[in-house]
T-cell receptor, first 114, second 113 residues
Framework: NAGVTQTPKFQVLKTGQSMTLQCAQDMNHNSMYWYRQDPGMGLRLIYYSASEGTTDKGEVPNGYNVSRLNKREFSLRLESAAPSQTSVYFC?????????????FGAGSRLTVL | GNSVTQMEGPVTLSEEAFLTINCTYTATGYPSLFWYVQYPGEGLQLLLKATKADDKGSNKGFEATYRKETTSFHLEKGSVQVSDSAVYFCALRGVQGAQKLVFGQGTRLTINP
């Protein structure tokens, strides 16, 4: 099925552990994004990639790194997880099938840091 | 910078009630405006959009009109259903450096039968 696929859907980490959230899309998106969703805060942009080979910081980049591996894949890495990074993470893309203005989201990855 | 302010929730209504969720924005020029909906356990999905002043976006019985004079994009539905229970997000995409959407904080809507 065409769309944005995130893995894993759930993850529990201990403080200081590292992990990578994977995102892959088959909608020919040019731009891809990572958001985090926290209660009462809406969605906040962590990093984005306007096109293959480029990445830029969003509103809350501290503690994260990203890699735009190719046009299809955009991963988010936590090098040393902290409890403040407990959140639901969403990958999204624009362009291609969606059109330039419309974000298509993955189903989300719920991360808990103990 | 650009920003979006939504009415705070949660909002609880009875089935067939009239719904309004307020959204106002701050931006230069003429941004594009969006409403996204998030059903339980899912990612956000586009509900409707408007790209210029006085445009009306509509979908699934929901409507919102782009009001430049009041910098608003309020979401309305004449008769809500239990299946409309979800979290609704207002968002804008600015006209400069326009790679990123800015979201409001979301409004949780619960419809009781």
């Amino acid at each position: 099925n065409a769309g944005v696929t995130q893995t894993p859907k759930f993850q529990v980490l201990k403080t200081g552990q590292s992990m990578t959230l994977q995102c892959a899309q088959d909608m020919n998106h040019n731009s891809m994004y990572w958001y985090r969703q926290d209660p009462g805060m809406g969605l906040r942009l962590i990093y984005y990639s306007a096109s293959e080979g480029t990445t830029d910081k969003g509103e809350v980049p501290n503690g994260y790194n990203v890699s735009r591996l190719n046009k299809r894949e955009f991963s988010l890495r936590l090098e040393s997880a902290a409890p403040s990074q407990t959140s639901v993470y969403f990958c999204a893309g624009t362009g291609g099938v969606s059109g330039a203005n419309v974000l298509t989201f993955g189903a989300g990855s719920r991360l808990t840091v103990l | 910078g650009n920003s979006v302010t939504q009415m705070e929730g949660p909002v609880t209504l009875s089935e067939e009630a009239f719904l309004t969720i307020n959204c106002t924005y701050t931006a230069t020029g003429y941004p594009s405006l969006f409403w996204y909906v998030q059903y339980p356990g899912e990612g956000l999905q586009l509900l409707l959009k408007a790209t210029k002043a006085d445009d009306k976006g509509s979908n699934k019985g929901f409507e919102a009109t782009y009001r430049k004079e009041t910098t608003s994009f309020h979401l309305e539905k004449g008769s809500v259903q239990v299946s409309d229970s979800a979290v609704y997000f207002c968002a804008l995409r600015g006209v400069q450096g326009a790679q990123k959407l800015v979201f409001g904080q979301g409004t949780r809507l619960t419809i009781n039968p």
